[in-house]
């Protein structure tokens, strides 16, 4: 009988299920080669092979322990004492490099079980090697509580503006930047969409085409090598009128194969900082106030040479005790 032992937590509404304990061993000396491991010889991010420790993630993120929007995180152990610890990022189709909810959810975490002391009011960094490098989460606490998380991604930089992209739904311009994984961002207007519920499936479905149209473009690639390369989100965007204190936009990031982000997505905030800063949209001490598709919030901001911070909240959801019984024909399960 397998059993996995998980803390769920959610960030502005997108899942992130923290796994310590019931994990198989994950050969690797840094963070990036444990998640070469779990990947396998030959896979991908979006398609890894089987084996032990992708057995666990298949078991968490397939119904009927999770379903198709779960997100999670394997914790492994740090590349050095510099960090607190590592983690793996998981999805339904496989590996992420970078995460900024889930980066959010484990320093919250980390602060609420006293893996990391913490003051009752006040700030404490967690910081925490990740397979793009080593990123912070600045975990805010008021009167013995959590009350928000800032996330310090690794720095961002534009790679490419205005590439055209065919889709069913007509040509669009995208601008590539790379924020800890690339993410390929589209105006949904030049699309005809809106941002909404109810427009979703003909986002996802842009996203998907456009993630594919991309998957050769040579700004996609990273020099960090295959890990950090190709288009891993595709971030469908609308503008909306400026605050006093910056840019206001709402978006849906589209990742994986066809995955829909419900917060306004950590690293793809970090990325469409990059672009707004390169556009002169977003100088110091401006803020952008990023909305999700479900009208969640994160306000980001860049900071010198391309380092970006993005804020938000994370809160506990529930603790879990996952088991798969060997005689269950549904074995770890299945997606729709």
């Given amino acids: 009988m397998t059993t996995v032992r998980t803390t769920d937590y959610h960030a502005a ?33 979006t398609a890894p092979r089987r084996g032990a420790l992708d057995d666990v993630r298949r078991l968490l993120v397939q119904e009927p322990r999770g379903h198709a929007g779960m997100y999670g995180g394997f914790v492994v152990p740090p590349d050095d ?16 490099t970078a995460c900024g909810h889930g980066t959010m959810a484990l320093g919250a975490w980390a602060v609420d079980t006293g893996r990391v002391a913490a003051p009752d009011d006040g700030d404490v960094q967690v910081r925490i090697d990740v397979p793009s490098g080593r990123v912070g989460a600045t975990v805010h606490r008021a009167q013995g509580r959590t009350t928000g998380v800032t996330f310090r991604n690794v720095p961002a930089r534009v790679a490419a503006r205005k590439v055209p992209v065919a889709t069913t739904l007509g040509i669009a311009e995208a601008d590539i930047a790379h924020a800890g994984a690339c993410y390929a961002s589209v105006r949904a207007r030049d699309l005809g ?83 707004l800063a390169e556009d002169g949209r977003l100088g110091a001490g401006e803020d952008l106030l990023h909305e999700s598709v479900i009208g969640t919030v994160f306000t980001g901001r860049i900071l010198a040479d391309g380092v970006t911070e993005v804020t938000g909240t994370a809160y506990r959801t529930g603790e879990h005790v996952f088991t798969a019984d060997p005689y269950d024909a549904l074995g770890a399960g299945f997606l729709l």
Wanted: aromatic share 8%; proline share 10%; hydrophobic share 35%.
């Fill in 13 to 45: 509404g997108e899942p992130f299920r923290i796994v310590s304990d019931g994990l198989p061993p994950v050969p690797g000396d840094t963070v990036a080669e444990r998640c070469a491991t779990a990947i396998g010889p030959g896979g991908s991010g």
């Fill in 81 to 96: 004492d510099g960090a607190h610890f590592g983690v793996l990022f998981w999805h339904k189709d496989g590996y992420s």
């Fill in 193 to 275: 969409l809106e941002v909404t519920r109810a427009a979703l499936p003909d986002l996802v479905r842009a996203g998907r085409e456009i993630r594919a149209a991309l998957a050769t473009h040579p700004a996609t690639w990273h020099p960090g090598g295959p890990l950090l390369s190709g288009v891993y989100g595709v971030v469908l965007y609308e503008e909306l009128p400026d605050t006093p204190f910056g840019p206001h936009q709402r978006n849906v990031t589209v990742f994986a194969d066809g995955q829909t982000d419900r917060s306004p997505c950590g690293s793809g905030t970090s990325a469409r900082l990059a672009l």
